[in-house]
Nanobody, 127 residues
Framework: QVQLVESGGGSVQTGGSLTLSCGVS????????MAWFRQAPGKEREGVAT???????TYADSVKGRFTVSQDSAQSTVYLQMNSMQPEDTAMYYC?????????????????????WGQGTQVTVSV
C-alpha cells in the first residue's frame, strides 16, 4: 500500500516562507513523477511543481522563482520550499505520485494522471 503524508503547512505573513514535506512509503514501488498541487476554496486543483526520478523539475508560472521542489537522496521524501509567499498562495496543498514519467511532462500536471495522493496540508498567507 503506497502512502503519501504531507506535513509542514501553517500560517505565515506575506513575504514569509514555509517548507512542505511529503513522505512516501510502500513496498515494491518506485515513483517516476511526484507533484505538488494546491486547491483554494471554490477553485480547481492546480499543479504547482513537479519533480521526476531524475530530479528534473517544473513549476507553474505563478510560483516560478519563489518555490523550489526537491527530494532527498533516497527519494522517500519530496519537499516544497515556498518563499516570498503571497495571499494568493493560500490553499490546501497536496502531494501526488505516479509511476509514469510522462505525468511530469510540461509545467501543468493533470490531477487525473496521478494515482496516489496525500491527505493535504493547509497553507494560509495573511496580509
Amino acid at each position: 500500500q503506497v502512502q503519501l503524508v504531507e506535513s509542514g503547512g501553517g500560517s505565515v505573513q506575506t513575504g514569509g516562507s514555509l517548507t512542505l514535506s511529503c513522505g512516501v512509503s510502500g513496498y515494491a514501488y518506485s515513483w517516476r513523477c511526484m507533484a505538488w498541487f494546491r486547491q483554494a476554496p471554490g477553485k480547481e486543483r492546480e499543479g504547482v511543481a513537479t519533480i521526476d526520478s531524475d530530479a528534473v523539475t517544473t513549476y507553474a508560472d505563478s510560483v516560478k522563482g519563489r518555490f523550489t521542489v526537491s527530494q532527498d537522496s533516497a527519494q522517500s521524501t519530496v519537499y516544497l520550499q515556498m518563499n516570498s509567499m503571497q495571499p494568493e498562495d493560500t490553499a490546501m496543498y497536496y502531494c501526488a505520485a505516479d509511476r509514469r514519467l510522462a505525468s511530469c511532462a510540461g509545467n501543468s500536471p493533470v490531477p487525473l494522471s496521478f494515482n496516489y495522493w496525500g491527505q493535504g496540508t493547509q497553507v494560509t498567507v495573511s496580509v
